[in-house]
């Protein structure tokens, strides 16, 4: 399953979006700003990235230009209650998944989520569907068509 870091200043919305990824399977870890964050990209090799935009020291652009380059595959998506259109397009144009305003729309959130992983890992789901014939069977090392 994906790892997904979850940068928010605000302690409130950083732990129910973590248990809201935990309880939906996804292995889920928290950063109260962009210092943080960068620091931990470097061992946990997060492929998705929730960021806020909004947070003292180091807003949220700043740090997606630093994750960037860090960890270039990692998938971010943005998250603020703040930000203005043009906030928004310059963060896909800084290279963000995707831009999701606050309050979070929780239904949203997982499709977007499942719809990069699905971008992330398709030789994942390519060796489950060859593994499994969907009743809970194996397959043979062949796929069917």
Do not use: C, W
């Amino acid at each position: 399953m994906s790892q997904i870091l979850v940068v928010d200043d605000e302690a409130a919305i950083r732990d129910v979006l973590i248990d809201f990824l935990t309880d939906h399977g996804y292995t889920a870890t928290g950063a109260e700003n962009g210092r943080e964050a960068l620091l931990m990209v470097r061992t946990l090799r997060p492929q998705i990235i929730l960021l806020d935009i909004a947070m003292p020291g180091m807003n949220g652009i700043e740090t997606l230009k630093k994750l960037r380059q860090e960890i270039p595959k990692a998938a971010v998506i943005m998250i603020s209650g703040h930000a203005d259109n043009d906030m928004a397009l310059q963060a896909l144009d800084l290279g963000a998944y995707d831009f999701i305003q606050k309050p979070l729309d929780f239904r949203y959130l997982e499709r977007t989520l499942l719809a990069k992983i699905v971008t992330l890992e398709p030789e994942a789901g390519e060796s489950a569907a060859r593994e499994t014939d969907g009743e809970g069977g194996r397959r043979t090392g062949h796929r069917s068509r």
